[in-house]
């Protein structure tokens, strides 16, 4: 058979069939490939080849694998050594694909691949192991036959379940006549193979003889779907609600950060503590935290002593974005997150708690699967979800069986909860916003996000029973005004809030006046404003702030002297130490905001007020840390585009016309500038082909064929031979140079 090499196949391709395998696999374009014997080698690299095969499917993996049982990659085979019950049509398609990827070559009756297609993924998807030479002249079938039903039912589950099995049984090897167990017997006869003291190994041969016919899963399995008209609706309303935990967490951090664990991650304590007050899963907190984080919302502040996870100023202006352009700021760090969320709060192989925001969840290759996920859902029809989504790993699991690792299938689970949970997919469908994002980018995600989210209503309705309902996501001025006012009672499509005392005492707290909450709830409120809402303005407003403070480090004054006394006499006086030292004045050494906490703690209702007697609000605002300044989207590695494609199989032939033209005695610049000039100058006055060496910026050396032009300014220009394109060289990259013997 032919024993044409793979740099000689490569050579003899067209220039699209060389730039559809960088197409294909653009690590062998970096750095660029001086010829066509560079890229072979590149391309039979164990690294490189395992990276193929991680995106091939099982069918095309079986047809490798049966290429490979026959010695493929030892020596060329014809194509009929590919035994599998499907048509000879499918079998070359699959051989055609081994071809423009450049792991297999030749023609049908010579095929051959590259040794490191052996080696790149360990054992096949096939479930067969590796080949046992003591079985290179058994006729293994008969073998098989021949032996115990015991015997048999050990090589079947193996071939059904993977080649490697563990038992206690292959301790020692036994002759056959001593040997006592189905497991002894079988490593006697050469029918397993030893691993170690406790795994054996079903040879290759035995699992083609024994394997069932169903072992090989050759065409593509389909998922039930289904339709539904509101998938866009219903990812709107999955995305305000994540909105709102994702402010609520904001709030929650500002006030109070949380520590930040010894080993890095947050700790399993403050995660409970904040689901709770959102009333979610832990699971779902996990993810909030940690695309909060992605999104540089939240950050480890890196305190020398105590750090803690406390809001950026970033969070601020995110607060203030439109809920559209927030969900897609969220989802964008969420689909590009370099961590897997959904192995948070588990345990590892030592029982080692994996705690939220720590480096044991980063998993650099998660972008990329979560990606997958998606644009498996994205080939449905819009609308269109899947059933069961134990159906969808297993449709991606055929794609790409090399990919994932053991959490393979819990890789889609988690996608497509996170996903739902995050408002890209609904019922199982991929929804128009995650489309646009998966597609388009963030910007055209938000727009399209907008078009689906209900429209801010700009009115709320006030209850009798003091509570205030929002029918819908309300403007932002406005949900901010009434949050000041009241308190979240319960979240969804309409929120429910309650106006109490104390919701009353913090508005006041902030500024506000008994005639601003009129005109607040009188031009918001779409229901007449009950009298009990009125009277409760009027009530606190009336007793709030007759009582002030003030720094001396701090005083309280009050026009009535009564109350004066009835607070210097007080149980908390002592505590505060209160001094009067004026029948409406009295003063404190200790800070004011810790007076007026304690004053509200024993039922007084005080107020702060600034130098001119104006209430000001000396509540903590929340504290902010500046964000780290990361890329906005993660810069993947690109395909060169066609261009740089083209420009690169030029570059390619010219290295391969080099190599092969004859050179007299080439000179070294380094060792003699002078000559090397003299060289090229003189070829460029008789018009003489030179061979120049050269390294790149990169320091990659290869090879050109040149008809010098112009020597000046330390460049070297000068044509083509064969394509007359112009090509300029810096002197100081020529490495070696020769004039090209004439034939």
């Not at 950026?312 to 607060?319: E, K, L, P, R, Y």
Request: neutral net charge; contains cysteine.
């Amino acid at each position: 058979m032919s024993g044409t090499t793979l740099t000689d196949w490569l050579r003899a391709r067209g220039d699209e069939a060389l730039a559809a395998v960088l197409r294909a696999r653009p690590d062998l374009a970096t750095p660029r490939p001086a010829n066509t014997g560079v890229l072979a080698a590149r391309a039979a690299t164990r690294a490189s080849v395992a990276r193929v095969a991680e995106g091939l499917d099982t069918f095309t993996l079986a047809v490798l694998d049966a290429l490979l049982a026959a010695g493929a990659d030892r020596e060329p085979v014809p194509l009929t050594v590919v035994d599998i019950d499907v048509s000879a049509q499918r079998v070359r398609a699959a051989v055609r694909q081994l071809r423009d990827l450049a792991v297999a070559w030749g023609e049908d009756d010579a095929i051959s691949l590259v040794p490191a297609a052996r080696e790149a993924g360990g054992l096949f998807p096939t479930g067969l192991g590796r080949p046992s030479p003591a079985l290179d002249d058994v006729d293994v079938a008969e073998a098989v036959a021949a032996l115990p039903v015991d015997e048999q039912d050990v090589l079947t589950r193996l071939a059904s379940n993977g080649p490697i099995g563990n038992t206690r049984d292959a301790a020692v090897v036994v002759a056959l006549g001593q040997a006592k167990t189905p497991i002894q017997r079988l490593l006697a006869r050469g029918l397993l193979t030893r691993v170690d003291a406790t795994t054996v190994e079903l040879p290759r041969q035995v699992g083609l003889v024994v394997r069932p016919e169903s072992a090989i899963v050759v065409d593509e399995p389909k998922p039930k779907t289904k339709a539904h008209k509101a998938v866009d609706s219903t990812a709107a309303g999955a995305a305000l609600e994540f909105l709102r935990f994702t402010r609520t967490l904001l709030q929650a951090w500002s006030e109070e950060p949380a520590p930040v664990l010894k080993v890095g991650g947050l700790g399993i304590r403050d995660l409970r503590k904040l689901t709770k007050v959102l009333d979610i899963s832990e699971r779902d907190g996990v993810l909030l935290v940690e695309v909060a984080v992605a999104a540089s919302l939240v950050v480890d502040n890196e305190a020398a002593t105590n750090p803690e996870y406390v809001p950026t100023h970033h969070s601020d202006t995110w607060v203030t974005a439109s809920p559209a352009n927030q969900w897609a700021t969220l989802a964008a760090a969420w689909l590009d997150l370099p961590r897997l969320p959904g192995i948070g709060g588990m345990r590892d192989a030592k029982e080692r708690l994996l705690a939220p925001l720590s480096e044991d969840l980063r998993r650099p290759v998660a972008p990329l699967e979560r990606t997958r996920v998606l644009r498996a859902l994205a080939d449905l029809k819009p609308g269109t979800g899947i059933v069961d989504v134990d159906e969808l790993a297993a449709l991606l699991a055929w794609r790409a069986p090399r990919r994932g690792g053991r959490l393979r299938d819990e890789i889609v689970r988690w996608t497509l909860q996170e996903a739902t949970a995050l408002g890209i997919v609904a019922h199982g469908a991929l929804t128009g916003p995650g489309r646009t994002l998966l597609e388009e980018g963030t910007a055209a995600a938000a727009k399209r996000m907008a078009e689906v989210m209900p429209e801010p209503i700009d009115h709320v309705l006030v209850q009798a029973d003091l509570t205030v309902v929002a029918p819908g996501p309300l403007e932002p001025h406005l949900a901010m005004r009434i949050n000041e006012v009241a308190d979240v009672e319960s979240a969804g499509s309409a929120t429910v809030y309650r106006v109490s005392e104390t919701s009353l005492r913090r508005a006041l707290d902030g500024g506000q006046s008994a005639s601003d909450l009129h005109e607040l709830f009188r031009t918001s409120s779409r229901t007449p404003v009950p009298q009990s809402l009125t009277y409760m303005i009027d009530d606190v407003a009336r007793r709030h702030g007759r009582l002030r403070g003030g720094a001396t480090a701090s005083f309280l004054r009050c026009d009535d002297p009564a109350l004066i006394a009835e607070v210097a006499a007080s149980p908390v006086a002592a505590a505060l130490r209160l001094r009067k030292i004026a029948p409406t004045v009295l003063v404190s050494p200790v800070a004011l905001v810790e007076i007026l906490d304690e004053l509200r703690a024993a039922g007084f209702t005080p107020a702060a007020e600034d130098s001119e007697g104006q209430v000001v609000d000396l509540r903590p605002t929340g504290r902010r840390v500046q964000a780290p300044v990361r890329a906005v989207r993660r810069v993947a590695t690109k395909a060169p585009d066609d261009d740089q494609l083209i420009d690169i199989v030029v570059s390619m032939r010219a290295g391969d016309r080099a190599a092969d033209s004859k050179r007299s005695r080439p000179v070294t610049p380094a060792a003699n500038t002078a000559d090397t000039l003299a060289l090229l100058q003189g070829a460029a006055r008789a018009q003489q082909t030179v061979w120049v060496g050269m390294v790149d910026a990169n320091g990659v050396a290869s090879e050109r064929l040149l008809r010098p032009q112009r020597i000046g300014g330390g460049v070297l220009e000068g044509t083509d031979p064969d394509t007359e394109g112009i090509t300029r060289i810096p002197l100081h990259r020529i490495t070696r140079a020769a004039v090209v013997e004439s034939s």
